[in-house]
Nanobody, 121 residues
Framework: VQLQASGGGLVQSGGSLRLSCAAS????????MAWFRQAPGKEREFVAL????????QYADSVKGRFTISRDSAKNIMYLQMDNLKPEDTAVYYC???????????????WGQGTQVTVSS
């Protein structure tokens, strides 16, 4: 599975961004897809995930109600719509694929290259 993330940038507090993750590989639909982020000096943390097959979705409490994860199944693209962004959302965002419906970074089998999101106050 190959993952290509894009869509990061600089935005003011309260603004919005949409991240995209293009997934390729014959078995991509059998994976659980997720977004993680890593701020400078901090550990990588879970943001959101969903299952291609079952449609189940989970969000970290810190982004619930502001971020929306979605997919275009025909194109194998995963999105992360981020609204009402806050300075504390500043991080490198990574898309990821795993075989488990879990928030654990250790369960991730494939990582995208990361895209920088910077939110100014």
């Amino acid at each position: 599975v190959q993952l290509q993330a894009s869509g990061g940038g600089l935005v003011q507090s309260g603004g919005s961004l949409r991240l995209s993750c293009a997934a390729s590989g014959r078995t991509v639909n059998s994976y659980v897809m997720a977004w993680f982020r890593q701020a400078p000096g901090k550990e990588r943390e879970f943001v959101a995930l969903f299952s291609w097959s079952g449609g189940s979705i989970q969000y970290a409490d810190s982004v619930k109600g502001r971020f929306t994860i979605s997919r275009d199944s025909a194109k194998n693209i995963m999105y992360l719509q981020m609204d009402n962004l806050k300075p504390e959302d500043t991080a490198v965002y990574y898309c990821a694929a795993s075989r488990e419906f879990t928030r654990r970074t250790g369960a991730v089998e494939y990582w995208g290259q990361g895209t920088q999101v910077t939110v100014s106050s």
